[in-house]
């Protein structure tokens, strides 16, 4: 079922790329960046991130792509992305809204201020997926060798703090995934409830890239209530992907294997990332 940036699927039986969606998680607000960083292009490159990592899935043989966005830049999106595309990429656009909750927790919607989270984003695209699809972020890319892990002191910046999904691993197959917030070019972070932690240099990050099935969403919906549950924490919290799939493993077993990556992560929290991304790609 899940397969893939921590997260691989055991199963030997294999999958046509043209059975399978892209998802691009691009719903976020982007406060640290200061804008739209989903609709920000690379200098000397002309293109966003999110149209890098299409034009790889296209080659490896997708043909289906899930926008995920939010309400403010869908019109953008439509005009400036979508016609830059490969004509033979078929495109839906799911719109994350703050208000997309269930009928108990409209009041939760009311008063919350940014978007519920990953897990949140990713239901967003519930109506559109395939049966199979890999999850990606905009603001990351990830490069051509696709599924993977990544060593968590090449994915940081000095620019300031980021999120990752901590690994602890046994072997090849993840054992055990943890949100870690702000963690700083020292590799000193915090836990989502303020915990402070020091992380190891050999650590792996998740940075959000998952091959999943249909069945997480069922998890998805029955977590996100959870989540709502929660009246410390839900309205200023985040609804977290990486949560989702560590109560799998832990609760019903699921496997899970890390494919350490092959390629340079390359993402973009803080404006001035773009300048090093471009100088990285162009090298």
């Excluded at 703050?98 to 939760?108: A, E, F, G, R, T």
């Excluded at 978007?115 to 603001?139: C, E, M, N, Q, Y």
């Excluded at 980021?162 to 915090?190: H, P, Q, S, Y």
């Excluded at 496997?255 to 990556?261: G, K, M, Q, R």
Aim: proline share 4%; hydrophobic share 40%.
């Amino acid at each position: 079922m899940v397969h893939g940036s921590c997260g691989n699927s055991t199963s030997s039986s294999k999958i046509n790329p043209s059975d399978v969606s892209l998802v691009i998680l691009a719903g976020g607000l982007g406060r640290r960046f200061g804008g739209n960083k989903q609709l920000a292009e690379v200098p000397g490159i002309g293109k966003t991130l999110l149209e890098l990592s299409i034009q790889d899935a296209f080659d490896a043989g997708i043909r289906h792509l899930v926008l995920v966005v939010n309400a403010a830049i869908k019109e953008t999106v439509e005009a400036q992305i979508l016609p830059r595309l490969n004509p033979n990429l078929s495109v839906d656009l799911a719109v994350q809204s703050i208000s997309d909750v269930p009928l108990h927790y409209q009041q939760k919607s009311s008063v919350r201020e940014k978007p519920w989270g990953t897990g949140h984003a990713l239901l967003a695209a519930r109506s559109f997926v395939k049966p199979h699809f890999v999850v990606i972020t905009a603001d990351d890319y990830y490069g051509k060798s696709g599924v993977l892990g990544y060593p968590l002191v090449s994915t940081l910046t000095s620019l300031g703090g980021v999120n990752r999904g901590i690994c602890e691993l046994n072997g090849t197959l993840l054992n055990k995934i943890t949100e870690v917030l702000n963690i700083d070019a020292d590799l000193n972070g915090e836990t989502p409830s303020g915990d402070k932690v020091s992380l190891s240099s050999e650590a792996y990050a998740s940075m959000t890239i998952w091959a999943l099935s249909f069945k997480i969403f069922t998890q998805l919906e029955d977590g996100f209530i959870d989540f709502l549950k929660q009246d410390d924490s839900a309205i200023n919290g985040e609804f977290f992907l990486p949560d989702q799939i560590q109560y799998l493993i832990a609760e019903h077993g699921q496997i899970v294997e890390l494919l350490p990556a092959k390629d340079l992560w390359l993402g973009v929290t803080y404006s001035d990332d773009l300048h090093h991304v471009a100088a990285q790609l162009s090298e």
